[in-house]
């Protein structure tokens, strides 16, 4: 199959006319990391593919930084990690609380037997910018951005594609069509193409709420990211080189109490535990400043229709715990791209259905590693986090933890998880 755009202007989808129908091998919507590493592995694999995000830029606020050491050796084995690293980022070796029995380091990637044994800190929007170029070398890779899925195309229980709204910058608005052999829905926990799919995501409810707002940075600020716990308050900020990210974490469902208590209460508790910023969290006048992350954790029971696969936070939201997101949403996008390619490229020339056997392939391989670490997380949350906030005395951690982490072969355990997750995942050549 060819990708390639037709005229539509008969066509109709419901009310409103489609102006457009192109054709495809692979359709993918969503293009955060999960979405952009896939259509870049198919691309560069002669897959024909089609990137559809929503928004007009990769700029927004509400995202990850982090890039794991597994994405790393990924990037490595692609010949990519290089000229990534030449990108503007910060590292961290290890993640350090301070707690009321002192420095504790749960995590310590320097022990690690990797060539990038820290978490490359690089602002998302850089991240995808270098990826989609990446695949734009590729002339079978199209990236329409600025397009908003809104309805599936199906046809005899099979879908077949999408219709998506276009929004030109003179405010009018378009419907266009993709028609592919598969449809990938990678766009994040709030996933439509899920919803439009009839998928019912099983969820957890972690007990905790993120507050997050920006501060502004000072010239003679050290480089780095932070975190803090006492006294029932979780405090973190991210380096985002030209301003702070800060985050504040709430028990589940006590901000609208805290927000009848008033900014002032917001700025002297975060200032409480990072008193470095008590001058400058002046610039936080408003709540419209601030954003409330609802904390989840859930996984989709089936991943997979004739036509159609999710991947990343549309198949499972991961819990903030470890960072882990954005590792998982790339090494599905791995795993899909290393088992899809071969049959796809038989699909693209054959112009027939894909198997379902190899979209549940997909689904069994990174359905263990994400159920395990869903689980981890959840005993982190509910035993370590939550008894943190309930407490009104400074933290301190568990006896048990402290003296495991002690034992040399389980010290490495949590850093070799959270680096590559469960199991570890490379590029099929
Ligand atoms: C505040 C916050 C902080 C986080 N911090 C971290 C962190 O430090 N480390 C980490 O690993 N993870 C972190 N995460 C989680 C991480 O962002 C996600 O797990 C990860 O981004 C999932 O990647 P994804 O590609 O599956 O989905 P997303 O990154 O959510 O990408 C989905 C994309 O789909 C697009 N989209 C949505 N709907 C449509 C539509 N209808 N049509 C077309 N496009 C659409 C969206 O615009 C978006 O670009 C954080 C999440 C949040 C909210």
Not at 15 to 29: F, L
Not at 301 to 312: A, C, E, Q, S
Not at 337 to 358: C, F, I, R, Y
Not at 378 to 391: G, K, P
Request: with cysteine.
């Amino acid at each position: 199959m060819v990708n390639g755009t037709t005229p539509a202007s008969r066509q109709s989808a419901g009310s409103n006319e489609v102006q457009a129908v192109e054709r495809t091998t692979c359709c993918v919507v969503g293009g955060g990391p999960g979405g952009a590493v896939l259509a870049f592995l198919l691309a560069r694999k002669g897959i024909h593919v089609t990137l559809l995000e929503a928004h007009p830029d990769f700029d927004r606020e509400f995202r990850g930084d982090t890039i794991h050491p597994s994405v790393m050796e990924l990037m490595d084995e692609l010949d990519l990690a290089d000229r990534l690293l030449e990108l503007r980022h910060t590292e961290i070796h290890n993640l350090t609380l301070q707690t009321a029995a002192g420095p504790f380091t749960p995590i310590d990637f320097s022990r690690l037997n990797t060539k990038f044994p820290y978490i490359t800190m690089m602002p998302q929007t850089s991240f995808l910018e270098f990826i989609t170029e990446e695949a734009k070398r590729h002339p079978n890779f199209r990236l329409k951005m600025g397009a908003r899925v809104r309805e599936l195309v199906e046809e005899d229980g099979v879908i077949r594609g999408v219709r998506y709204d276009r929004r030109d910058q003179d405010g009018s608005h378009s419907i266009h069509e993709v028609r592919a052999l598969l449809t990938v829905g990678a766009d994040g926990r709030g996933s439509r193409v899920r919803r439009l799919a009839g998928f019912e995501p099983i969820k957890t409810s972690p007990p905790m709420d993120v507050l997050w707002f920006r501060l502004p940075r000072e010239p003679d600020d050290a480089e780095g990211t932070f975190g803090r716990i006492g006294r029932g308050q979780i405090a973190i900020r991210l380096d985002r080189f030209d301003h702070w990210q800060a985050g504040y974490v709430i028990p589940k469902g006590a901000y609208p109490e805290l927000r009848a208590a008033g900014i002032e209460t917001l700025r002297r508790s975060y200032a409480e535990l990072m008193p470095d910023f008590a001058d400058r969290m002046e610039h936080l006048k408003d709540w419209k400043q601030v954003s409330l992350l609802s904390v989840e954790s859930s996984r989709c029971p089936k991943w997979y229709r004739p036509g159609l696969l999710l991947i990343g936070d549309a198949a499972h939201v991961m819990s903030p715990v470890g960072g882990v997101g954005i590792n998982y949403a790339i090494q599905d996008a791995v795993v899909a791209a290393n088992v899809l390619s071969g049959p796809l490229e038989t699909s693209q020339k054959q112009l027939k259905d894909l198997d379902l056997s190899h979209l549940a392939e997909v689904q069994r391989r990174r359905e263990w590693p994400t159920r395990i670490i869903q689980r981890l997380q959840a005993l982190i949350q509910n035993r370590v986090l939550s008894a943190a906030l309930a407490s009104d005395r400074p933290f301190t951690p568990p006896a048990l933890l402290r003296l495991l982490l002690r034992v040399p072969v389980l010290r490495d355990l949590p850093s070799r998880i959270v680096a590559f997750g469960i199991w570890p995942v490379h590029v099929r050549e």
